[in-house]
């Protein structure tokens, strides 16, 4: 499902209209006063470093690398919401780079004082640009995932975390054997905690 580039008035529509169900949905989870016994809810705003196999081109080893920025809100115990952006524009072939713009799910699997592993499913758009900037485009992107945050002060968390992504009906090139991309590769970034 690979969209042309030149829809940005759709695809900025859409966006918009995400944007505004994510804070409609937010303000869903507030209180009047505050709970004498429920948990509170917590916002964690981070960046990362990226090294991920870019699955492109099909038959190649190539990885990219890059930055991103996610935001972790945990609304109940055991489950929260992660967005996230990464812009992987570094080591491509012949200039191609990918963005992903996603959010979703996070399962929080096990909590210790300073370990919390978790697990998330994110869904959303992947953008590719083609070798020698030759032409781009935006495909749906599901990623499943998983890592653990590591509590290194009071407000601050060091994580670790792997993904597979899959592109459904990304294009294909001519003469390649692979219909759909599947990037995958590993994240590692730092985060602080804004609310408690």
Known sequence: MLISIRSTGRRSTCWTVALAAALVASSAFGQVG?????RRHTLWVGGEYSNISASFPYSGRQRLWGLGGFADCTVMRYLG???????????GFYDEHQENYLVGPQFIVGRSQSI??????????????????????????????????????????????????????????SGQPRPELTPNGVHVGIAFKLLR
């Open 81 to 91: 919401i992660e967005a996230e952006g990464r812009y992987l524009l570094t080591n």
């Open 34 to 38: 505050p709970s004498a016994s429920g």
């Open 116 to 173: 919390q592993p978790f697990a998330q499913f994110l869904v959303g758009a992947g953008r590719l640009t083609y070798p020698l900037q030759t032409a781009s485009g935006i495909s749906f992107v599901l990623e499943p995932g998983g890592g653990i945050n590591f509590l290194v002060r009071d407000r601050w968390i060091v994580r670790g975390e792997y993904e597979y992504q899959r592109w459904p009906g990304s294009s294909n090139i």
